[in-house]
């Protein structure tokens, strides 16, 4: 079975909108009343959403596919939408979601889509990649650090009528010609 990595396309929008239900149901249905949790995932993983997003030039999705089936994928904005003035980078770009499917966790499948989305952020000339993290999510925590991300603000994210502490983190990239040797990290 090879792991074939992947710029998604419109007809991956149902797999998509699927495996990103699947993904955070799995690991954080039980912080959020069930009707907020609900309308969070008829908002923010609907067929409808990730078709736009699909359409969108100003956003990249990777998936990872094995069999014919998606089992990873990333999300790119190439603007960062993250809170403002938290950095003084100039073209932040924004990661958005890094899932796996859960049954797949810890198999390098994130490693693999976060070497594409570092890469993907370089060459698209972003001085600095943003992402947010929930705040009693360690696990993410720990694979973002190792990926040279730091904390740099503390934001919120609302489902429903529930407001969860999350960390605003980065990572500063060396641009091409201004004489930067290797990526800085924060």
């Known amino acids: 079975m090879t792991v074939q990595l992947r710029l998604a ?16 149901t799995a690991k954080f249905q ?21 078709a736009k997003e699909l359409a969108d030039p100003g956003m990249r999705i990777a998936v990872l596919e094995e069999d014919g089936a998606l089992i990873a994928f ?20 924004e990661l958005k979601q890094l899932y796996t499917d859960p049954v797949r966790i810890g198999g390098g499948l994130g490693s ?10 370089a060459e698209a000339g972003a001085d ?8 009693e999510n360690p696990e993410a925590q720990r694979f973002y650090h190792r990926y040279g991300f730091g ?18 983190y980065a990572r500063k990239l060396a641009r091409e010609g201004h004489g930067l040797a290797a990526a800085e990290q924060v």
């Open 112 to 121: 693999r889509l976060m070497d594409w989305a570092l890469a993907e952020a």
């Open 128 to 135: 600095e990649v943003q992402l947010s993290v929930f705040s």
């Open 30 to 50: 039980h912080l959020y009343r069930p009707e907020d949790f609900a309308a969070f995932l008829a908002e923010a993983h609907s067929e409808a959403k990730v």
């Open 74 to 93: 990333c999300k790119l904005v190439l603007a960062s939408t993250l809170p403002a003035g938290h950095s003084d980078a100039r073209a932040p770009l």
């Open 151 to 168: 904390k740099i603000a503390d934001i919120e994210f609302w489902v429903g009528t529930h407001c969860d502490a999350e960390f605003l």
């Open 9 to 24: 396309a419109l007809a991956d929008t149902a797999a998509l909108a699927d495996l990103g239900r699947r993904a955070i």
